[in-house]
């Protein structure tokens, strides 16, 4: 409706409402399609476009983005044009390095030199209107990913006839490429819910090729099986090892598969190891929370492994959210003032959860309480909502490259181990999924010291024992200054360890030439990070190879290994066990 008042600026005004109702139409940002986007990302869109409404400052900021991006479209329309003729001018802007566009074409063919300009151009433009917006931060971060999931669906490397690798691939086959994706497409629509192929089914397969440290499952409950392991030392240190593993996807990228499992290399250290293998729940546990995964998880994995070994304590090693657990548990433990746990090593773990990664985007509150909509229906999260988050954390690597490799070059995805046991999801417990985001993700509790399981409130500077701290340094989800400031929340002696490569990488790091890791011998960790980064030492090794003296300087004296089982928890059976085949 136009304005009453005849001001210009109010028309200019109504002009950006009527865009932004748009766009939230397109959206369909309402009580329906809000089930469809519980992380709430469609609305911080329309959020984003009506930032300028009733703010002539942020109105004004977003026109000079969009003036600014027709005139260096138009430039780089120019420098097509003069390059097509032979001329080698530069456009609007200087590309960075991406493989997305390592084919020659890119750069040597005017046409595909303008698809990719243009392309940087509307990422510019795009992101540059998010830093001129007048958001929150929540808001902000939201939009910004939502922003670069769009811009990456966008790219012209996804789509035929813009891709000129896939291209000549048709033409070199004579059109087969193009057959055997399309063949492709129609399996995956059928097969995999419409997304691309990670891996080929049965090239992994727990038990053989992944999983495959001996041992024996010497207890189960309706939530884990404990798995022992087969010593392959002859004496074997006193104090057993206790693999805590994250109940988000599969135990086994602790023992992905042979050389590159960190549990064989403890075995094969000298360490009497034990596994947790959680179970992969469904709606008859819908009601289980943290407390009983302490309860029947840990503290009752440590009265096994005490009852087997004889030993009165034993070491604890815990991944991403099975390294908050194990920490956890040694707060409780504390509370109690009993002291089974000798040391604590955690990876890529987050007990200060202020800086969450991108899985903030997912955690805040709004978007716990869309999940809980979603939930209440079967009484847990399904394994593929799992699976498509952390997809899109990553959708360049995990969406994209499969939708090059596999429907437009019609080839079928590379083996990869770690992408298998990625592909191999699981659900979460409703009451426990909310219960964990909220209490660490939106209130931190965990870190201010106000978090109670199973009775006790849980204080992490009371935890007196030692602690090894590894964070990787190119983690998205526990970002490295994040795993920092958790190791300075914590008693005893804190040993930090920054590794190469990212969340999973980071972890399955076998000593190999492009391993590496940085440590600092002071005895505190200081306030800041990059302090901390700036005094520590590079080393050409994995952390593997740094972890092995600590941990052995931390299992006492050698003895006879014992046996699998007891009296009490015989074997149940074989490595890996009844609940790592459940889907």
Not at 101 to 126: G, I
Request: one cysteine or more; proline letters at 7%.
């Amino acid at each position: 409706m136009p304005s009453s008042s005849g001001d210009p600026l109010d028309e200019v005004r109504q002009d950006a409402a009527d865009l932004a109702s748009s766009i939230r139409l397109l959206l369909g940002i309402n009580s329906v399609t809000a089930k469809l986007d519980p992380a709430g990302l469609g609305l911080a869109l329309g959020r984003l476009a009506m930032s300028a409404v009733g703010n002539p400052v942020v109105f004004s900021r977003f026109s000079r983005c969009a003036m600014e991006y027709g005139i260096r479209s138009a430039q780089a329309g120019v420098t097509a044009a003069l390059r097509s003729v032979g001329l080698a001018d530069e456009g609007p802007l200087t590309l960075a390095k991406d493989p997305r566009f390592a084919d020659p074409a890119w750069t040597s063919n005017p046409m595909f030199y303008l698809v990719r300009q243009q392309h940087a151009l509307l990422e510019k433009f795009l992101l540059d209107m998010l830093a001129a917006a007048d958001l929150d931060a929540p808001t902000r971060r939201k939009a910004d990913f939502a922003l670069r999931q769009m811009l990456d669906a966008a790219a012209p490397t996804n789509w035929l006839p813009t891709n000129p690798a896939a291209l000549k691939k048709a033409f070199d086959t004579g059109g087969l490429s193009l057959v055997r994706g399309a063949s492709n497409v129609l399996r995956d629509l059928a097969t995999n819910k419409g997304m691309p192929r990670q891996v080929t089914p049965g090239q992994f397969r727990p038990g053989h090729e992944l999983a495959a440290t001996p041992g024996a499952v010497v207890f189960r409950n309706r939530l884990i099986e404990l798995i022992q392991y087969q010593p392959q030392t002859e004496t074997v240190h006193a104090i057993p090892l206790l693999f805590s593993p994250p109940w988000i996807n599969k135990y086994y990228i602790m023992d992905l598969a042979p050389g590159k499992s960190l549990v064989e290399w403890a075995v094969r250290h000298g360490h009497t190891c034990f596994m947790i293998s959680y179970r992969n729940p469904d709606a008859a546990l819908a009601e289980l929370t943290m407390s009983d995964y302490l309860r029947e998880g840990l503290l009752a994995s440590l009265e096994v492994v005490e009852e087997i070994t004889g030993a009165a304590q034993a070491n604890l090693a815990g991944l991403c959210l099975g390294g908050t657990m194990a920490a956890a548990t040694m707060a409780w433990l504390a509370a109690r003032e009993e002291d089974r746990v000798h040391s604590l090593t955690v990876m890529n773990t987050l007990l200060d959860f202020t800086v969450p990664g991108q899985l903030g985007v997912f955690t805040d509150e709004a978007a716990i309480r869309r999940l809980e909509g979603t939930m209440a229906r079967k009484g847990y999260l399904p394994a593929e909502g799992m699976a498509t988050t952390f997809n899109l954390l990553r959708a360049r690597d995990l969406v994209w490259n499969y939708v090059v490799n596999n429907w437009l070059l019609g080839q079928e995805p590379p083996p990869f181990d770690i992408l298998s046991w990625n592909a191999d999801s699981t659900r979460m417990p409703a009451a426990m999924q909310t219960e964990y985001l909220r209490s660490l993700y939106v209130e931190n509790r965990l870190a201010k010291g106000a978090l109670e399981l199973a009775g006790q409130r849980l204080d992490l500077a009371r935890i007196s024992q030692d602690s090894y701290f590894v964070a990787a340094e190119r983690d998205h989800i526990a970002l490295w200054k994040a795993v920092y400031a958790s190791a300075r929340l914590v008693g005893g002696t804190v040993r930090f360890m920054l590794s190469n490569a990212g969340h999973i990488a980071g972890v399955v790091n076998p000593p190999n030439p492009k391993s590496k890791h940085w440590v600092s011998s002071a005895q505190e960790l200081s306030e800041d990070p990059e302090q901390w980064r700036q005094q520590a030492t590079e080393v050409a090794k994995s952390w593997w190879e740094d972890w092995t003296p600590w941990i052995a300087g931390h299992a006492g004296g050698q003895q006879a290994p014992p046996p699998l089982g007891s009296s009490k928890y015989p074997p149940l059976g074989a490595a890996p066990g009844r609940y790592v085949y459940e889907k």
